[in-house]
C-alpha cells in the first residue's frame, strides 16, 4: 500500500512529457495535493466528469490503467466522492448538484492531504525527520507568499517517480536509510523540501481556516472529523471489505492487528 498511495500521491502533483534530454521539468498538472488525479487539472476536465460526458474510465488522470493497484485507488476515491455526496444531499436537500460535487471535492481533496502527511510520509521520512524539518506540526503552518508550491526538478524527476537523470536516482536509493525512515539523506532532503512547500504554499490547505470564509475553508468541527479518518476507513467505506488493519501502509502484525470495519468512522455531521 505504501507503493500504491506514493504513486497516487505522484499522480495528482505531477505530470512531465517523456524526454532523454535534460530539461528543467514542466508539470502538466497541478502541483498541489488537491485530489486532482481524481477530479481533473482543469475546469474542462472537471466539467467533463461531474457530467460523465468522457470515455472510458471516468477519471481525472490520464495514467490510471498503469498499473492494477492504480484503478483500485481511483476507483476507491470516486466511490468515497459518491458516497459523500449522497450524505450531503439528505443533509441539504436544496443544495444544488455542483455545490454538493464540490464541497464532496473539498473533502476528498482534505482527506488526500490528512492521509498523506499523517500516515503516509512519516513511513518514509520517519515522524523524527519531519518533526525536526518542518513537518510534524501541520496545523500552525501560516500561508506563505513568498513560497513556491511547484515541484522541485530533483522530486519530479528521481525522488518521487522515474528515473530521467540516472546519477542522481541511483545514488539516491543507493544511501543509507535516515533512522526510521525508508530513503536517505539526500531524498529525505529533497521530499521533506517538497512537502513543506506544497503545504506552506497552499493557500487552500485544509487545516487553514484562520484567513478563510466558510465557502473556501472548513471548519474546526470539520477539520477535527477530517483528522479522524484514515486510509483504512476510506478503504472500508468503499471497497466492500470487513475488516482491514488500522494502519495499512504496515503489515498485519499483532501491533497492527485486523479490526472490524465497524471500528472505522468519517464523522460528516460538521457538514450537516
Request: with cysteine; charged share 20%; glycine share 8%.
Amino acid at each position: 500500500m505504501l507503493m500504491a498511495w506514493g504513486q497516487f500521491l505522484a499522480h495528482d502533483m505531477v505530470l512531465t512529457p517523456e524526454s532523454s534530454e535534460p530539461r528543467q521539468q514542466i508539470n502538466q498538472i497541478t502541483a498541489f495535493i488537491d485530489a486532482s488525479n481524481v477530479y481533473g487539472s482543469s475546469e474542462e476536465e472537471t466539467d467533463a466528469l461531474r457530467n460523465k460526458t468522457t470515455d472510458g474510465t471516468l477519471t481525472g488522470d490520464e495514467r490510471v490503467n498503469t498499473v492494477p493497484n492504480l484503478i483500485m485507488m481511483h476507483l476507491m476515491f470516486a466511490r468515497e466522492h459518491n458516497r459523500i455526496v449522497k450524505i450531503l444531499d439528505e443533509y441539504h436537500s436544496r443544495w444544488g448538484e455542483k455545490k454538493k460535487f464540490q464541497e464532496a471535492r473539498k473533502i476528498v481533496g482534505a482527506l488526500m492531504q490528512h492521509i498523506t502527511y499523517s500516515e503516509y510520509l512519516p513511513k518514509i521520512l520517519s515522524q523524527a525527520y519531519m518533526d525536526s524539518n518542518g513537518l510534524g506540526n501541520t496545523a500552525n503552518d501560516p500561508y506563505d507568499t513568498s513560497v513556491n508550491p511547484g515541484i522541485i526538478n530533483g522530486y519530479g524527476s528521481a525522488a518521487g517517480r522515474s528515473p530521467i537523470d540516472v546519477d542522481f536516482y541511483v545514488g539516491g536509493i543507493s544511501e543509507i536509510h535516515v533512522p526510521g525512515a525508508s530513503v536517505g539523506p539526500t531524498f529525505a532532503c529533497v521530499i521533506n523540501k517538497q512537502f513543506e512547500s506544497l503545504k506552506k504554499g497552499d493557500r487552500f490547505w485544509y487545516e487553514r481556516n484562520d484567513s478563510m470564509d466558510s465557502v473556501v475553508g472548513l471548519s474546526s468541527d470539520q477539520i477535527a472529523a477530517i483528522k479522524g479518518v484514515t486510509l483504512a476507513t476510506v478503504m472500508c467505506n468503499n471497497l466492500g471489505i470487513t475488516k482491514v488493519q488500522p494502519d495499512v501502509f504496515q503489515v498485519i502484525s499483532e501491533s497492527n492487528a485486523l479490526q472490524d470495519c465497524s471500528n472505522y468512522n468519517f464523522d460528516l455531521t460538521p457538514w450537516e
